[in-house]
């Protein structure tokens, strides 16, 4: 398994602002992963975070509103960029020590709330 | 394109009283099936991992098990403490991760 932080654990922010969320693991991984989870769905997939390149987004998800750095194997960042009321939600990090087809561990997530 | 629906949504029993859950799937190439439990204000925490038909895997009063089209989490005895929302997620070939809404679970002393 892994110890995964996040931070803030909670935020209320203004429509049109940024808010940029940190992921902080306990020892080096290969993959690290940020999804959205929004009340009564499932979560769904944003994006891989790549070390040294550029990540990989799912369908519907875009880099200019959810730009994400990765620049060491612990550390990863993900910003809701020009927030509205439609992106209050939770945002997960996972990690993966093996590929992408390794069992994901989780963060304690980031309650976001836009107002 | 990958798919899990899990059923019931919500599961109240009673302490001592056990149940099922399913989760039922498709998938191209099924390389994985998870299971977490998640709690309010929580990151999902992972339980199991099920790679093959006629797999079964326990940790306590959970037992997972899989079929080429579900799974079951079997609850035996449940406790409160077991209370949660407990999500089946299926991983298939080079796809990501694709989780079901959930099944959440009250137990009642």
């Known amino acids: 398994s892994a110890v995964i932080s996040q931070k803030p654990s909670r935020d209320i922010c203004q429509r049109g602002t940024s808010l940029t969320i940190q992921c902080q693991v306990d020892?080096?991984?290969?993959?690290m992963f940020w999804y959205r989870q929004q009340p009564g769905q499932s979560l769904t997939l944003i994006a891989t975070?790549?070390?040294?390149?550029?990540?990989?987004?799912e369908s519907g998800f875009v880099i200019d509103k959810f730009p994400i750095s990765r620049p060491n194997l612990t550390f990863s960042t993900l910003t809701v960029s020009n927030m509205s009321p439609e992106d209050s939600s939770i945002y997960l990090c996972?990690?993966?020590?093996?590929?992408?087809?390794?069992?994901?561990?989780f963060g304690p997530g980031t309650r976001l709330l836009v107002l | 394109e990958d798919q899990v629906t899990q059923s019931p949504e919500a599961l109240r029993l009673q302490e001592g009283e056990s149940s099922s859950l399913n989760c039922s799937y498709t998938?191209?190439?099924?390389?994985?099936l998870f299971w977490y439990r998640q709690d309010p204000g929580k990151g999902p925490e992972f339980l199991f991992t099920?790679?093959?038909a006629g797999e079964e895997k326990e940790k306590e009063r959970l037992k997972a098990t899989l079929t080429k089209k579900e799974s079951f989490l079997h609850i035996t005895a449940p406790k409160p403490e077991d209370s949660a929302t407990y999500l089946c997620?299926?991983?298939?070939?080079?796809?990501?991760?694709?989780f079901g809404k959930g099944t959440r679970l009250s137990v009642i002393a």
């Open positions: 996972s990690v993966a020590r093996g590929g992408a087809q390794e069992t994901q561990y």
């Open positions: 020892s080096q991984v290969t993959m």
């Open positions: 975070a790549n070390q040294g390149s550029e990540a990989t987004y």
């Open positions: 998938v191209s190439g099924l390389r994985g």
């Open positions: 099920l790679y093959s």
């Open positions: 997620a299926v991983q298939g070939g080079n796809t990501p991760l694709v």
